[in-house]
């Protein structure tokens, strides 16, 4: 994709890659190499770091990038695993939310970066579970989200600038879903989980859904379409794929692009790359 990065813009993408050494070799890197990104959240990476470090150095080589890593795997092999990668090295790193329950490992990852005026950024790379209605995973799906909803004020109130990037499966509104009304009784559209939404970006936690703001009340723009029959064709897709931001952090984004392939042929992942140009101070 061409799009030049502007002369004082700090380039954040987030994209769940759906397994890091799928996506790698489907062509992730061309669109890393092109993409002029200073801070990339990774979601569903599959992989451990050592991998991870390998894979973003072969992908980065073409370009000479450098890359600082930090991320966590899950406690289960081969599933979820979140990442924050970053052209300039951070000033802390943390891992982990709530109480430390074993299925939300390798869920939340954060990263501190000082700015020109001495501020702190904290960037957070998070990868909601998906959910299933009755069953034991939406019981951890629903424990997540309280988590991130305590979580979220005492992050604004650590750092000047606050960003929670990631997939966190759900569509807030019916503008998210293409087929939110048939989708009213599943996970990812309950009005359990959007209620929780509300709250974030209500006056009860404040932040802000960046891509929205800057979009306005239209459908989408979609970051997940389903690899099963015409969903990508007919761009019936689901907006998962959040930027959310403390207010002051907001006010500086200039541009949201959802980095949709051209063709189902190029996907390298099922999701697309949320890409947002901010001007930080």
């Known amino acids: 994709m061409v799009d030049p990065k502007a002369d004082g813009v700090t380039r954040i993408a987030s994209v769940n890659v759906n397994g890091i050494r799928a996506a790698a070799r489907k062509g992730m ?21 050592e991998i991870l470090t390998k894979l973003v150095a072969e992908m980065s080589e073409s370009t000479g990038q450098q890359w600082h890593i930090h ?10 695993g979140v990442a924050i990668l970053s052209r300039t090295e951070p ?29 702190t950024l904290t960037v957070v790379s998070v990868y909601v579970h998906s959910g299933e209605v009755g069953t034991e995973k939406q019981e951890h799906k629903m424990r997540f989200l309280q988590d991130m909803r305590d979580t979220l004020p005492a992050l604004a109130e650590r750092a000047e600038h ?25 996970s990812g559209f309950l009005p359990e989980e959007r209620a929780f939404f509300d709250a974030y970006f209500g006056e009860e936690v404040g932040y802000v859904d960046v891509a ?7 459908e989408g ?13 007919n761009d019936t897709g689901w907006r998962i794929d959040y930027q959310m931001a403390t207010p002051q952090l907001a006010e500086r984004a ?16 099922d999701h697309a790359p949320l890409v947002v140009d901010y001007r930080l101070p």
């Open 71 to 80: 991320e966590q795997e899950a406690a289960d092999k081969g599933r979820a």
């Open 221 to 233: 723009p979609y970051t997940w379409w389903s690899y099963r029959g015409k969903a990508f064709d």
């Open 254 to 269: 200039e541009k949201s692009v959802v980095d949709r392939a051209l063709d189902y042929s190029l996907r390298w992942s």
């Open 29 to 49: 890197g061309e669109w890393l190499a092109h993409r002029e990104v200073d801070v990339l959240a990774l979601q569903e990476v599959r992989a451990n770091e």
């Open 212 to 218: 929205r703001r800057l979009a306005g009340e239209v």
């Open 162 to 186: 606050v960003l929670v990037v990631g997939d966190l499966n759900v569509g807030h509104t019916e503008l998210d879903i293409k087929n939110w009304k048939g989708n009213r009784k599943n």
């Open 91 to 119: 000033t802390a790193v943390r891992s982990g939310i709530g109480d430390g329950h074993p299925q939300d490992q390798g869920r939340w990852v954060e990263a501190d970066f000082t700015l020109g005026d001495g501020s």
